[in-house]
């Protein structure tokens, strides 16, 4: 038996896969760590809580949603109801799987566990993956001392920067080794510079439009592409004459890491998650931040950029020609595209699911003797 045995950590993490796949990855490093821990993830039937969680292999507990209103109105005023419902629904979880530490990521579900966690006496641990600290986590700040942030540029009290937690299939990409089975794997050439163009998991109509409108640079300058446009997002590659540069597109890609091991360049969106596996495997990119949420993708890259590991263009200003003129001429340079691939590198971490699940284990244990 171990210090661990009769264990058990209750996940809250929904809604957004921003907010599900840390939450996920670092479960998968407590199972790593210590197998004999039971897990219990929390979430509601809103987003994507019931299609990811479940993929993972956890036991997914529902609890009702309680998004918070941004303005005045009857939604408002139903609020302090949904809420005292939802906690009580989180409470009765905590109880039937006997948590001893809640970990919570932000979104919908995160309110009701921290409070049902506060009233049970339960410790809290928190991780903050964006720039722009979310109402749920800064709530969560004031209940614990166990806080973890993505960088040092993140506000919130206690935080400690350790990063995001990611996949090992991330952590422990060699791209340089990977990278010809990848460009085999992705029928891309092996020796020509490769830009890989994706806006997320849903895709990104600005960017599509820029990459696409940019390929006769690309095919001129002997740059392949490797383009996942998006599911929701169907587009056409542009025709390519025998022994000019390939232009693949894909729908969607679910080993992103052979992605990565492909490329040298990205363009991309600038969520917490892109950032955060982007530098993880020192991978450079032109990032276009979604111009929405009060710039928050802006400062998800900016400290990147200012490492000299990538690019910063608005969403407005990413045109055909913008990238052209600046995507193109990274590429050809090695020596430039070497520097800012170091960069990106330095700006990185790879250890922070196992650095927070090491954090949570001893929390638990604490909890539990």
């Known amino acids: 038996m171990t210090a661990s045995a009769g264990l058990s950590v209750v996940i809250a993490g929904g809604h957004s896969a921003g907010h599900i796949e840390p939450a996920m990855n670092v479960a998968d490093a407590i199972r790593r760590l210590e197998p004999s821990v039971r897990i219990t993830a929390l979430g509601t039937e809103r987003g994507l809580d019931t299609t990811l969680i479940p993929a993972r292999g956890y036991p997914l507990e529902l609890i009702p949603p309680v998004p918070l209103p941004r303005r005045p109105g009857k939604a408002l005023l139903q609020t302090p109801g949904k809420l005292r419902a939802a906690v009580a629904a989180a409470a009765a979880v905590l109880d039937r799987v006997g948590a001893d530490v809640v970990v919570g990521f932000g979104g919908y579900v995160a309110v009701p566990a921290y409070l049902a966690a506060r009233r049970r006496g339960i410790p809290i641990v928190v991780h903050e993956a964006n720039a722009r600290t979310g109402v749920a986590n800064r709530l969560a700040a004031r209940l614990t001392t166990h806080v973890f ?11 400690v920067a350790i990063g995001i937690p990611l996949r090992p299939a991330i952590t422990e990409l060699d791209r340089t080794a990977a990278r010809p089975a990848a460009r085999s794997k992705l029928k891309l050439d092996a020796d020509r510079p490769t830009l890989l163009v994706t806006g997320g998991s849903q895709g990104a109509q600005r960017i599509n439009g820029a990459a696409l409108g940019a390929a006769p640079a690309f095919e001129a300058a002997g740059v392949q592409v490797l383009h996942i446009a998006g599911p929701k997002n169907p587009v056409l590659a542009p025709e390519r004459t025998a022994g000019h540069a390939p232009y693949r597109v894909l729908p969607y890609l679910e080993t992103m890491a052979d992605a990565y091991a492909a490329a040298d360049f990205v363009l991309c969106r600038s969520g917490a998650m892109t950032c955060a596996e982007l530098t993880a495997v020192g991978l450079p990119a032109a990032y276009v931040p979604l111009p929405l949420r009060g710039g928050e993708q802006r400062l998800n890259a900016e400290p990147i950029v200012a490492a000299g590991g990538g690019l910063l263009v608005s969403d407005a200003e990413c045109t055909p020609e913008w990238v ?7 590429l050809l340079d090695p020596s430039r595209l070497s520097a800012m691939t170091a960069a990106a590198r330095g700006a990185g971490t790879r250890h922070a699911g196992e650095t927070m699940a090491r954090a949570v284990l001893e929390v638990a244990r604490g909890h539990h003797s």
Do not use: F, L, P
């Open 324 to 330: 052209a003129d600046n995507v193109v001429g990274v």
């Open 149 to 159: 942030t993505a960088s040092d540029s993140v506000r919130i009290r206690h935080g």
